[in-house]
């Protein structure tokens, strides 16, 4: 722990902060090195922010995803979608959401509001 914190700038950086981050996993919280984990973690954060940035879900991908995670069907989109010809022209990217099936679905299934306004990726057929 000899070595002095800075910012990270590279990707040389960048790899000696994760590997330290594997070191210290499972530090207490309150330690020194519960402390260096912490700043360790705000500081790859910050970089992987601004050199690997995240694109937003597509809203059918995130439509899917939250349908696997509650073990949902199809036929449980239809009262936040319509019927399911509706249902289907949406997950298979034949139509855009209107924005009240944006509301519906923000407000039944959790979704941010802000992944669901995003145009769909076209092209990307899903059975």
């Not at 790899?15 to 705000?42: F, K, M, N, S, Y």
Request: aromatic share 4%; proline share 6%.
């Amino acid at each position: 722990m000899a070595n002095e914190l800075k910012p990270i700038r590279t990707e040389a950086d960048y790899e000696a902060a994760l590997a330290e981050v594997e070191r210290l996993w499972g530090a207490a919280g309150g330690t020194p090195e519960g402390d260096r984990l912490d700043i360790l973690a705000t500081l790859i954060d910050a970089y992987e922010a601004s050199h690997h940035p995240m694109d937003p879900p597509d809203p059918v991908e995130a439509i899917l995803f939250r349908m696997e995670q509650q073990g949902l069907s199809r036929k449980d989109l239809e009262s936040m979608i319509g019927p399911r010809n509706r249902v289907a022209d949406i997950l298979n990217r034949r139509r855009s959401l209107s924005i009240e099936m944006i509301r519906q679905l923000h407000d039944g299934l959790g979704i941010s509001a802000e992944v669901l306004i995003r145009p769909s990726r076209a092209g990307k057929e899903v059975a």
